[in-house]
C-alpha cells in the first residue's frame, strides 16, 4: 500500500535552516508529483510546493518562494523539503502528498506529518 | 489565487442524522476539459487529510457511499447521509485548477 514517511522536523531557531524528508513506498514513486503541505498548530492547510515526477519544473506559494526548495531523489525514492532563513509563521506540521494524474490538485495520498518549531 | 469559502464553521450531528457542507470558490473551477477540479477532504482528530471526493462527485476508493458531493462552477456541496461516529472531523475543500492550491477554512462535525 501507498506509505509516506515524513522525518527531519524539530525545534529551530528563526533565520536557520532545516531539511525535511518524504520517503515513499508501495507505489512507483519516480512516476508521479508530489507536493509539500503545511498546517499552523490548530489552523487549516496550506499548499506550499509541488515537483513534477521528473524533477523538473518547481512551483512554490508565495509565503515560501526563495526560502524554500523542493526536491527528489527518484533512486532513493525520496522527496524533499530545503527550508531556509526560517520564521516563526513557518511553524507547523508538514505533509508530503502524492499527486495522482495530471491535474494539480488530485492528491489521494498524505504522509501523516512532521512538526516544525521555529523559536529562539 | 481562488479563495474557497466553507460554511458552516461547525456543525453538531446527531448519529444517523445527515449533515451538508457547503464550498464557494471566487472563481469558476470549470476547466476547458469539462472536467470540474473541486476535492473534498477530511482530518479526523490528529490524523492527515484523507480524500473522500474528487472532480466534485466521484468518490475516492474506500470511501463509503453515504458521501456524496455536488455543485458546478463557484458553489458545490458535500453531503453525508447519515452520520456515523467515526464521521467526526474537519471537513476541508480544495480547489486544484489552478496553483496556488487553496482550501476552504474547514468545517468541523462533532457529533452530539
Known amino acids: 500500500q501507498v506509505q509516506l514517511v515524513e522525518s527531519g522536523g524539530g525545534v529551530v531557531q528563526p533565520g536557520r535552516s532545516l531539511r525535511l524528508s518524504c520517503a515513499a513506498s508501495?507505489?512507483?514513486?519516480?512516476?508521479?508529483?508530489m507536493h509539500w503541505f503545511r498546517q499552523a498548530p490548530g489552523k487549516g492547510l496550506e499548499w506550499a510546493a509541488i515537483?513534477?515526477?521528473?524533477?523538473?519544473?518547481?512551483y512554490y506559494a508565495d509565503s515560501v518562494k526563495g526560502r524554500f526548495t523542493i526536491s527528489r531523489d527518484n533512486s532513493k525514492n525520496t522527496l524533499y523539503l530545503q527550508m531556509n532563513s526560517l520564521r516563526p509563521e513557518d511553524t507547523a506540521v508538514y505533509y508530503c502528498?502524492?499527486?495522482?494524474?495530471?491535474?494539480?490538485?488530485?492528491?489521494?495520498?498524505w504522509g501523516q506529518g512532521t512538526l516544525v518549531t521555529v523559536s529562539s | 489565487d481562488i479563495v474557497m469559502t466553507q460554511t458552516p464553521l461547525s456543525l453538531s450531528v446527531t448519529p444517523g442524522q445527515p449533515a451538508s457542507i457547503s464550498c464557494k470558490s471566487s472563481q469558476s473551477l470549470l476547466h476547458s476539459n469539462g472536467k470540474t477540479y473541486l476535492y473534498w477532504y477530511l482530518q479526523k482528530p490528529g490524523q492527515s487529510p484523507q480524500l473522500l471526493i474528487y472532480?466534485?462527485?466521484s468518490r475516492f476508493s474506500g470511501v463509503p457511499d453515504r458521501f456524496s458531493g455536488s455543485g458546478s462552477g463557484t458553489d458545490f456541496t458535500l453531503k453525508i447521509s447519515r452520520v456515523e461516529a467515526e464521521d467526526v472531523g474537519v471537513y476541508y475543500c480544495?480547489?486544484?485548477?489552478?496553483?496556488?492550491?487553496?482550501f476552504g477554512g474547514g468545517t468541523k462535525v462533532e457529533i452530539k
Open positions: 508501495g507505489f512507483t514513486f519516480s512516476s508521479y508529483a
Open positions: 472532480e466534485v462527485s
Open positions: 480544495m480547489q486544484g485548477i489552478h496553483l496556488p492550491l487553496t
Open positions: 515537483v513534477p515526477y521528473d524533477g523538473s519544473n518547481k
Open positions: 502528498a502524492r499527486r495522482l494524474g495530471a491535474t494539480w490538485g488530485f492528491v489521494d495520498y
